[in-house]
Nanobody, 110 residues
Framework: VQLQASGGGSVQTEDSLRLSCGAS????????VGWFRQAPGKEREGISC???????SYRDSVKGRFTVSRDVARNRVYLQMNSLKPEDTAVYYC?????WGQGTQVTVSS
């Protein structure tokens, strides 16, 4: 059972990125999936979550800019990030209960 976040990169302020969370060995469609991030020197923080019924929630700092969604056919969960800011710079992780995915680095330059 493995979870992997991908799609990070280095972008400029106001650019967009789409992160992808993929799984091997199980179906993401049957679990809630969370997105977290950890900036240098800071604690890991939760930023978004999508339930099995597609209910979504967001941290205040990303509301209106980030959108989480599922692709059931591809067994993936996406995090669309628009209007990126330097303070969004962090390693981003996807998470299901008891399993952390390998993170992907997002760097936003001003």
């Amino acid at each position: 059972v493995q979870l992997q976040a991908s799609g990070g990169g280095s972008v400029q302020t106001e650019d967009s990125l789409r992160l992808s969370c993929g799984a091997s060995g199980f179906s993401l469609n049957n679990v809630a999936v969370g997105w977290f991030r950890q900036a240098p020197g800071k604690e890991r923080e939760g930023i978004s979550c999508i339930s099995t019924s597609a209910f979504t929630s967001y941290r205040d700092s990303v509301k209106g800019r980030f959108t989480v969604s599922r692709d059931v056919a591809r067994n993936r969960v996406y995090l669309q990030m628009n209007s990126l800011k330097p303070e969004d710079t962090a390693v981003y992780y996807c998470y299901i209960p008891d399993i952390w995915g390998q993170g992907t680095q997002v760097t936003v330059s001003s």
